[in-house]
């Protein structure tokens, strides 16, 4: 069962509080990507994994930072969350960068308060 | 500077009948161009996918159209029907860099009744 999995799926945080965002896939692939969903901006790549502690900035990595630690594994950190940062927060893989099919998770709703 | 524009935020199309959704592309290395559905609460989907050596791709009721020289390409979905009520974003990568997608800001199509 090809899945990406993301916890949790909805967070409500102050401003100033860290935020950990988590995400799995069961397809063994070795890129994995955080992207950021906001209305009349589509997806927006925050961070690419492409392997186990093998990270690279996206087009808007500032205010975050990631941890690949395990294969399967991709966690997106918030150090000291800002109200700009409320967004939808997605998880995605795939086996070869975005030239094959990515799979994305469900998507976290993060809202800073 | 947005790489991968997407013409239209919004799409109504007559059931049954074909709705077409417009993207364009700055960068020239781009050279696949997925098309992702999203529903709501979901995450986005594969859809249908060309590169940039065909000028048409086609699946089922949907087809991409592509215009390497304009930089430009279409989505048609075919007999609009009220499950194509979604989001469709147009994405762009290049192959040769195995490079992360380029989401353009997306169109949402819905379906009425005639």
């Known amino acids: 069962d090809m899945k990406v999995t993301q916890m949790p799926r909805y967070l409500i945080k102050r401003m100033g509080e860290n935020v950990l965002l988590e995400c799995g896939q069961d397809?063994?692939?070795?890129?994995m990507y955080w992207y950021r969903q906001d209305p009349g901006l589509g997806l927006q790549l925050i961070y690419i994994?492409?392997?186990?502690?093998?990270?690279s900035e996206g087009d808007i990595p500032k205010g975050y930072r990631v941890s690949r630690k395990k294969r399967e594994h991709f966690s997106l950190i918030l150090d000291s969350a800002k109200t700009n940062q409320t967004s939808v927060y997605f998880c995605?893989?795939?086996?070869?960068?975005?030239?094959?099919?990515?799979?994305f998770g469900k998507g976290t709703r993060l809202t800073v308060v | 500077q947005q790489q991968v524009r997407q013409s239209s935020q919004s799409l109504t199309v007559w059931e049954g009948e074909t709705a077409i959704l417009n993207c364009s592309y700055e960068?020239?290395?781009?050279?696949?161009f997925p098309w992702y559905q999203q529903f709501p609460g979901e995450g986005p989907a594969l859809l249908i996918a060309?590169?940039?050596?065909?000028d048409k791709k086609e699946d089922g009721r949907f087809t991409i159209f592509f215009n390497k020289r304009e930089k430009n390409l279409s989505l048609h979905i075919k007999d609009s029907q009220p499950g194509d009520s979604a989001t469709y974003f147009c994405?762009?990568?290049?192959?040769?860099?195995?490079?992360?997608?380029?989401f353009g800001s997306g169109t949402k199509v819905i379906p009425c009744l005639p």
């Open positions: 994994s492409y392997d186990v502690d093998s990270n």
């Open positions: 397809m063994s692939h070795e890129t």
């Open positions: 995605a893989s795939s086996s070869t960068g975005g030239i094959t099919e990515v799979f």
């Open positions: 060309i590169r940039s050596v065909s």
């Open positions: 960068n020239s290395a781009f050279d696949y």
């Open positions: 994405a762009a990568s290049a192959w040769r860099f195995a490079s992360a997608l380029t």
